[in-house]
């Protein structure tokens, strides 16, 4: 079977058929410029040690330092790392940032550890790739199951081994350490936007219903975002399974019973909601299905059952190269990830910049600047879209790629 980074190159290539690029240019993306493995030992709280696979991938720095998340998860790979580092490099290409991609995990399942052993985890990590990491060089950032304490421990770890506070080597940080206002709800917030200033033209109007699936970071937070502007949610999951209601979910009650009892199922016992099994989600009646879980879940055997005319892309590569085409021949328009969850990204970079200035933006500005982006980067991707009669998601590699290629070409290599 063709690695998933063989798959996601597929994209790159068919985009490249649009411009008139040179063959040897596209060939520098074929692998990424170097990742890095390490065993990360941890002590756990009984005195025992643990071994887990952890890497740093550096996928491509043309236009600027390698940037990307850091996952926790058992079921991460080299080749998941790779190919989400190439997403990233297209992503930050696609947004105008001034950073190439990068990604980073840790085959693990954290929900086990205590805090304390949660702690050494971040700090081993970076103990792993201090020499692989910086401010101008590869700078981390969250992603499943790593959030701003993690990045806290990590940016901490990395001063007491170079001597000095750098907050610009790792982003989505704690207010109080200089994270950034408007990082915690960012990735909802620019696929929010997006989806505000397309929905004329795709005939999303308020009042109508959504699905999600994923309660993360992402999935709750467009879930907050969407029922605020007048949306109903009817359905959202979890990794533990998913819940319905078609009258509507009430997304403060529901985060609450999430907090008290760990996961959404736990809210079927209220008024109207009942428990669907998680693999329903896709196929809920609605008028949008959110994706803000993991990669390939949907694929060739649930695409034709998906009935959302309109699918938003929180999660990095949920659809498949397979389900693509049959979401494309039933006419679903996909809002694809390298655009749709960019607002994460986005709003690290602005606290990238803040921590360079030693300054701090107001949320009001910070706002307004995802949704310039978010807006200015949609509008030429739908237009590309268009011209060319090409998906939304082709586009948007069209739109990356002839950025990379000037970067390349100025540079002159
Ligand atoms: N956190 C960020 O800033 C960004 C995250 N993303 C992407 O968004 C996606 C979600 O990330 P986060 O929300 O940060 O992670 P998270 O760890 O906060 O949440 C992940 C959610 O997905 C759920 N989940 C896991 N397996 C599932 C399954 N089989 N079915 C349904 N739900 C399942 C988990 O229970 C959890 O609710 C990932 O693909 C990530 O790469 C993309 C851009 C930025
Ligand atoms: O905020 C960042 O630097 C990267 C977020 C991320 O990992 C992603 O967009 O997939």
Redesign the pocket.
Known sequence: MASKLKKALTRLVDAAKHLNIDPIILERWASPKATTHARLTIQMDDGSHKHFPALRCRYDDTRGPTKG?I?YHPSVTADEVET?ALLMTV?CAVVDLPFGGGKGGVQIDPHPLSKTELERLARGYVRCFAHVIGPNRDIP???????ATTMAWMADEYASIVGEWTPTVTT?KPISLGGSLG?DD??ARGGYYLLQFLAKDLGFTPGARAAI????????HMAQLLESAGYKIVAV????G?IRCPAGLDIKKLNAAKERNG??TSFASSDGVSRIA??E?VSVDCDLLVL????D?VHAGNAANVKAPIILE?????ITLEADEILKNRGVVILP?ILA?????AV?HFEWVQNRQGDRWLIEDIHARLKTKMEEEGAAIWACAKDKNITLRSAAYVHALSRLVDAIEAKGT
Do not use: I, W
């Open positions: 998340g996952r989400l992503k950032a969250p992603d499943v199951n790593t959030n989505g990082r960012a990735t699936q994923g309660f993360g970071n992402a999935g709750s999951s979890d990794s533990k998913a996961g959404v998680a693999d989600l803000a879980a993991l990669e879940m929180l999660a990095n590569g949920p990830d969850n960019a607002g994460g990204v690290s």
